[in-house]
């Protein structure tokens, strides 16, 4: 399976000029591995950015030349197209602006902008109406892990993938990714065998409410960062990253990749 490495850059950088600058870093560094002569495309993850929407057009203007995608964080769940909704991106401007997937359910958007399921299925209807792809992020909270409750919490987030209609034609549009809410940002990461056990346990759910989805790419996202990307990146249940923090430094951004390059490397023996 391809494996993804996803970065969510949240509100950063400040400036235009620190897009453009993280942007042709990221490209020349990329263009470079990817010039090189032992390059093997089928190992090499599919990189992705998701800016600001503001960032949106300049980043990917600056990528479109290269296979690097470039993704949006939100989007409206007012209407998929145009509308009085003031302050509110729909999905197709999205795309237009070249956006080819959306982050939905990101425990930020959950807690911050209070989403709830029926505004998660109705973003995730909206994107693949318009033809963008689905980051769909679950997680649970510190509460919950203590409690040993995860992988009924991510049930329970799961399911609302029962709601969407025509899901066996969007198979190939959704990638989940596991987001433990206090592992973002704080530097605190599962052990490896923690996340192969939830993904495993994502896995056999999604597959039960539909076939197709076996083949979607579970990604684990928390505090990932170059230094302990390679235990992820070594799991054959790991299928990428979303990085936030550390997707902000080209060079971390493309180790993080280097380390799922090397880990589908090894695993494909
Ligand atoms: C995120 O917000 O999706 C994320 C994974 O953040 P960080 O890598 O900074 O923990």
């Known amino acids: 399976m391809q494996s993804w490495v996803i970065g ?33 495309s089928t190992c090499y993850p599919q990189l992705m950015v998701a800016p600001s929407t503001i ?18 964080q939100d989007i409206s769940a007012k209407s998929a197209t145009i509308g ?12 237009n602006a070249g956006g080819s997937w959306t ?9 911050y902008h209070r989403e709830t399921e029926d505004t998660l299925i109705t973003k995730m ?53 596991y987001e433990p809410v206090w592992s973002i940002g704080t530097g605190k990461v599962p052990s490896i065998e923690e996340v ?15 076939a197709s989805l076996a083949d979607a790419p579970i990604l684990y996202g928390g505090s990932v960062n170059a230094d302990n990307a390679d235990q992820f990146a070594a799991s054959k249940w790991v299928d990428g990253a979303l990085v936030g923090g550390a997707s902000l430094d080209a060079d971390k951004f493309l180790s993080i990749a280097d380390s799922f390059y090397q880990g589908k490397q090894q695993l494909n023996g």
């Open 8 to 40: 969510n850059w949240k509100k950063n950088p400040a400036t235009l000029t620190e897009v453009n600058e993280l942007t042709s870093a990221i490209k020349s560094k990329f263009l470079q591995k990817q010039s090189s002569q032992d390059f093997d």
């Open 55 to 72: 960032h949106l057009v300049m980043a990917s203007q600056s990528l479109e030349d290269t296979n690097i995608l470039v993704g949006c």
């Open 84 to 95: 009085a909704y003031t302050g509110d991106s729909s999905a197709q401007q999205m795309l």
């Open 125 to 177: 209807r909206f994107a693949f109406e318009q033809g963008l792809g689905v980051v769909f992020c679950i997680g649970e909270t510190i509460e919950a892990y203590d409690l040993g409750k995860t992988i009924p919490v991510l049930e329970e987030q799961l399911q609302i993938l029962k709601s969407l209609p025509n899901l066996n034609e969007f198979f190939a549009k959704i990638i989940i990714a």
């Open 196 to 210: 192969e056990k939830v993904h495993q346990a994502i896995k056999q759910y999604v597959t039960g409410i539909n």
């Open 103 to 111: 982050l939905v359910g990101h425990s930020e958007r959950r807690s």
